[in-house]
């Protein structure tokens, strides 16, 4: 008989080896954390752009006298947004320390709850802490004082917008951001240089929507991460193959930004 192998240490980049019991066994942390390059540029196989940067090569400082602040978005602020938002935070942490603020709301929500225990497991299957999250409800100064806003739906990203029409572009579905970067990737060697990556990232809302219209969806539901509360174990593996592609895709494009663009 086969021995079993050990069961390594729950942390970030050693992923737990079993998923909580609703879920079926099929992506996890180490899946979302890949090191799968972003798509490489023509622009920097043909131009000597790269050498006229040659003094910033090299890592990108982390500090910034202020966080990049993420916050997502759901409707009870139980499952969803939770979900992302302590996925995010620990994936972030791993990536860049101190680099980034990620909080959650939601737009009818269940004020002062812990979220759902299958979030919950999900979260710490994903590595991330699930402790001491309280559910909030939006209100205009939580989402103007975020510099991203990553809802689960269109109709959320419209009653964000609503909150103030300022938020137009820097809020977006998560699924329809993780495009956007796949589109921007190609394109990062002509991207303007900041000195921190909290500086780069604050450039990307405004570079996300300017490819909004290389990213249009197959259908408006490619665009929407659905609801699984109360809706059984099928919507919760439903739900995980909808978001968990688009953490990959915005951790992968993080994990990219390290480097000054130009010297990648």
């Known amino acids: 008989m086969a021995l079993r192998p050990v069961r390594p240490a729950c942390t970030f980049w050693a992923v737990m080896w079993t998923w909580p019991r609703l879920l079926l066994p ?16 023509s622009t920097q196989a043909s131009t000597t752009k790269a050498s006229t940067t040659k003094a910033k090569e090299g890592s990108l400082s982390m500090t910034s006298s202020e966080p990049f602040r993420v916050l997502t978005v759901c409707t009870g602020n ?8 302590r996925v995010l935070q620990a994936g972030f942490d791993a990536l860049h320390p101190g680099v980034f603020e990620v909080t959650s709301a939601g737009t009818g929500a269940i004020v002062d709850h812990s979220m759902q225990p299958e979030a919950a497991e999900l979260v710490q299957k994903y590595g991330g802490d ?9 209100t205009p100064e939580i989402a103007r004082a975020a510099d991203l806003v990553l809802v689960m739906t269109t109709e959320h990203r419209s009653q964000v917008i609503q909150l103030s029409p300022a938020l137009l572009k820097r809020t977006f579905t998560v699924r329809e951001f993780a495009r956007m970067l796949d589109a921007l990737a190609p394109r990062r060697a002509n991207l303007p240089i900041e000195d921190t990556v909290a500086g780069q990232w604050r450039q990307l809302p405004a570079l996300a929507a300017s490819v909004r219209h290389l990213c249009l969806p197959e259908t408006p539901e490619d665009n929407d991460v659905s609801d699984p509360f109360r809706r059984g174990q099928k919507a919760w593996v439903k739900m995980d193959g909808e978001l968990s592609p688009a953490l990959r895709k915005i951790f ?13």
């Open 78 to 85: 139980i499952c969803r947004s939770p979900l992302a938002e």
């Open 130 to 138: 699930s402790d001491g999250f309280v559910s909030r409800q939006i």
């Open 252 to 264: 992968r494009y993080a994990r990219h930004i390290t480097k000054d663009p130009a010297a990648n």
């Open 26 to 41: 099929c992506k996890t942390l180490q899946y979302l954390l890949s090191t799968t390059p972003a798509p490489a540029s």
